[in-house]
């Protein structure tokens, strides 16, 4: 969420003869047409907050929604009914109010379908000093249908965190039951299921932080088959009035930027097995500090050891490469991960990694702030990247953004991954463009052979991709258990949205991996599947989008042609395939049971 000042800023980028200098300032990119809200403003230069008065832009993307819509909103017939609050009402204008919140698709009952858990944020009191006082979490439980009913009650949380942000699972005891690691501004809640209920074990774990967490991973880095964890921090900040920051010329106070404040600390703690964790100092090579908004863990170098990428704001991304010693070895830079294609920090907030074009190396995206592009890299093998935004038809669609909520996800079912893209400013008043932003919906083009991506968002996003939002976490999964992959959409202080797909697949394979060697959930296995003469290859990752936890299961197309079987590679480096599996319900998959490769 890197906020441009008008000054400006120096950059140097690699040349082969040397360093290149580039002065580059807010209009880097070409200029910015005044939004409605900035006219607005310029008018009326003594009137602010109009966002917080309901001044707010319901303006269409398209007049109809197009006949061959293929989402719902379902939300007012799902019985989930949430919002997320980010404080904005104490009219402090905190840094604390722009990162927002995340959301938890995970079956929570072991019933076989996707239950919703939703941190619900804070309050900011008006007065000084500030006062932030946290709001519940909720948690809603899946009919199997895809409706929901409100069962928050079941979550015994001794205290809530001061401000929530994300919310992110692991059966991180073994136990059979998936767990909840919930961030936040004051530290984090870790929270057990016991099979009925989430209870708070915060303080026996050793996980009692008070410090601004934001994104966590789950992922077994030392290959123990225990599920351990990296958290990931914003900024230090205090809850102390800021001095002013905004639009002087205007008299407009805004939201003050991250530059303000210093990089966080990034934290690895393992599992001890018996439902505490120990933090392991200098688990991670380099300063170890960032801005970050974002982790996603997987194996991305296939050596049958965790790597962690991690999307920082303002500040150069870091990617981590695990192995049998610590610290994990440090790379962004040398791979071409850290920054733009310019070699540029960017303000990076959601991310994922899957692989994309189809050639068996898992890629990786980063959504950014406004006047700066989205970046996907292109793994080449040997460890390196290359920035792959422009060649795959992605240039300049964010530009006028700023990206949340994202990730990777085969929606309409035929093989190859699209992309979804959550959109909402930071600025209440003084961004280039309006709080309220467009979401986006990009399809990878089977006839490009995956190598190009087209928006068609208002060809079948239907009425609510059509229209604006104050759009942060965003989570993907199978609500109905139909074999299409939903959506739900969290904002800043409006209502959660479910978004049901209608692309309605004639038959479909559904994976559910489950570790016995590995941890549980088998975050860094690879899953290879035959389809129309070509090999479909989905990799098991943790962390993915923005504060939030995806659909663990992987859904693959399925015909008459399909032989319905699966090669899996576990990160133990065992590989087996499962045969004869059955199309249009779920294959749940569990390590030693299939045939030896």
């Not at 989008?545 to 399925?558: C, E, M, N, V």
């Amino acid at each position: 969420m890197r906020m441009c000042s008008s000054r400006h800023l120096p950059i140097f980028v690699a040349a082969s003869s040397g360093l290149v200098l580039l002065l580059a300032g807010c209009n880097w990119g070409g200029p910015i047409d005044r939004t409605r809200e900035e006219a607005i403003r310029q008018s009326q230069p003594n009137q602010t907050r109009h966002y917080l008065d309901d001044e707010v832009d319901g303006e269409l993307r398209t007049a109809q929604p197009s006949p061959a819509a293929k989402w719902i909103d379902g939300t007012a017939s799902s019985g989930l009914n949430f919002t997320y609050r980010n404080g904005l009402e104490g009219k402090q204008y905190t840094i604390l109010e722009s990162v927002g919140g995340g959301v938890a698709l995970f079956d929570y009952d072991s019933d076989g379908d996707l239950d919703v858990l939703l941190p619900g944020g804070g309050t900011i009191s008006t007065t000084v000093p500030i006062r932030i006082t946290g709001l519940p979490t909720g948690l809603f439980q899946n009919d199997g249908q895809g409706r929901f009913t409100d069962v928050s009650q079941n979550i015994q949380l001794k205290t809530p965190l001061p401000m929530s942000h994300g919310a992110f699972v692991s059966d991180f005891n073994r136990d059979g039951h998936p767990d909840v690691l919930i961030t936040g501004y004051g530290g984090l809640r870790l929270l057990q299921n016991d099979g009925q209920q989430l209870v708070d074990i915060t303080a026996q774990s050793g996980l009692t932080l008070t410090e601004w967490i934001t994104a966590a991973s789950w992922a077994d880095v030392n290959r123990d088959g225990w599920a351990d964890l990296l958290l990931v921090g914003y900024v230090e900040w205090d809850s102390v009035p800021d001095e002013f920051c905004g639009d002087r010329a205007t008299r407009i106070r805004d939201v003050c930027p991250p530059q303000k404040y210093a990089a966080s600390r990034q934290r690895m703690y393992l599992n001890n097995k018996n439902g505490t964790f120990s933090e392991i100092k200098d688990a991670l090579e380099g300063e170890s500090r960032g801005k970050g908004l974002g982790v996603v863990a997987l194996d991305l170098n296939d050596d049958q050891w965790i790597d962690f990428y991690v999307a920082n704001d303002q500040v150069a991304n870091q990617l981590y490469l695990g192995g049998p010693t610590f610290p994990l070895r440090e790379v962004a830079v040398t791979s071409g991960t850290a920054g733009s294609e310019f070699g540029a920090p960017e303000g990076s907030m959601g991310v994922d990694a899957a692989d994309y074009n189809g050639d068996g190396l898992p890629d990786l995206w980063v959504v950014n702030y406004e006047l700066e592009d989205n970046s996907l890299y292109r793994n080449r093998g040997h460890g390196l990247y290359s920035h792959a935004t422009v060649q795959a038809g992605l240039g300049g669609l964010g530009r006028t953004y700023v990206g949340f909520g994202t990730g990777f996800a085969d929606f309409d079912l035929d093989g190859w991954l699209d992309l979804f893209i959550i959109n909402g400013h930071v600025l209440y008043e003084t961004g280039r463009s309006s709080y309220l932003q467009f979401p986006f919906l990009l399809r990878n083009e089977a006839s490009a052979g995956g190598r190009r991506f087209r928006d068609v968002t208002a060809e079948t996003g239907g009425t609510w991709f059509g229209q604006k939002h104050a759009g942060r976490g965003a989570a993907v999964g199978d609500l109905d258990n139909d074999g299409d992959l939903d959506l739900i959409v969290v904002e800043q202080n409006r209502p959660v949205t479910v978004l049901y797909n209608q692309h309605q697949p004639a038959n479909w394979l559904s994976i559910e991996l489950q570790g016995v060697d590995s941890e549980p959930a088998a975050v860094g296995a690879t899953v290879r599947y035959q389809f129309e003469g070509r090999e479909l290859v989905r990799h098991v990752r943790s962390g993915a989008g923005y504060l939030s936890q995806f659909d663990q299961r992987i859904q693959f197309p399925a015909n008459s042609d399909s032989l319905n079987e699966v090669t899996i590679k576990w990160l133990t480096g065992k590989s087996e395939r499962f045969k004869h599996l059955q199309r249009n319900s779920t294959n749940r998959l569990k390590e030693g049971q299939g045939e030896p490769q």
